[in-house]
């Protein structure tokens, strides 16, 4: 297969990268040469690389900054999965657009399969639901990935880092570390998301929703805790409500994948396994940094 890739410089696209490499050709224009914004650079990028998969990892994802900016929220998040999804579909590719556990309200603490209803709680929950409907209509073969709690190597290149590089910076300095306990979710590594998604393609799948994110769940407390665990580091860590914040967030996003055993396909492994591999690479993988935007948090 040949790939297109938006926002392939970030922690997912650089794990696409990675894992394609040897299986497929995949083509990531860096966010200085065409903005997915951009409708006719969509377009023309899309045309020129003919490629048989388009795939929107683009993403303006800072929470508080959604707020402050909606228009850019949803011109990245909604605007940019249109441009996208239009391509694709004029040069006969199917579109992938990545979404995020933040289209729920978190109101279910057993969490959320990829049918249940959506619920957003900020900006950038409405304009990733918008995403996903607009990538929905203007491609009907398209495919809607999920994950949350992204960590990938390229995210401590630079481009803001990820939860583990920011845990483990603050232990090495000595800080004390207080984690929120309340608030559940499955994380998820993108080197895990990025064979899943080509799994995905692989096999054909049908068109649909799909959680990619790592099985199993925890708070961002324990997320920190068993990371301390792993790398042998001591950490002055310690528990802490969410209380009051600038920005509502589900309080219980975990994705449930309902359909890999339906289809036959393996299950994702658990997110202690995922982070274990994580720690253990870390280091031997050296990403080269880009301007384009991140990943969906």
Known sequence: ??????????????????????????????HASVDVMDEAGVRAS?????????????????????EEDPSRSFGVNAGGALN????????????VYVSTDYVFDGERPAGYAEHDAVG??????????????VTRNACPDSLVIRGSGLFGHAGSSGKGGN??????????????????????????????MAERVLLLLERRVPPGTYHVANAGSCSWYQFARRTFELAGIPADLSPRPAGEQAVRRPRSSILLDTRSAVLGLPPNRPWEEALAWYLGERGRRRPRADAAVGGPG
Do not use: N
Not at 84 to 94: D, I, K, L, S, T
Not at 120 to 129: E, F, W
Not at 169 to 178: E, Q
Not at 180 to 187: G, L
């Open 1 to 30: 297969m040949r790939l297109l890739v938006f926002g392939g410089w970030g922690q997912l696209g650089t794990d696409l990268a990675a894992a394609a490499d040897g299986r497929h050709e995949l083509v990531r224009p860096p």
């Open 46 to 66: 899309v045309l020129e690389a003919r490629p048989d998969v388009v795939i929107d990892a683009a993403a303006f994802h800072k929470v508080e900054l959604c």
């Open 84 to 95: 996208a999804a239009r391509a694709a579909r004029e040069a006969g590719a199917r579109c």
């Open 120 to 133: 957003p709680l900020s900006v950038y929950g409405v304009s990733k639901v918008a995403g996903e409907q």
């Open 163 to 192: 939860f583990v590089e920011t845990m483990l910076a603050k232990a090495a300095a000595g800080d004390s570390i207080s984690v929120v306990d309340d608030q559940i979710f499955a994380p998820s590594s993108t080197h895990d």
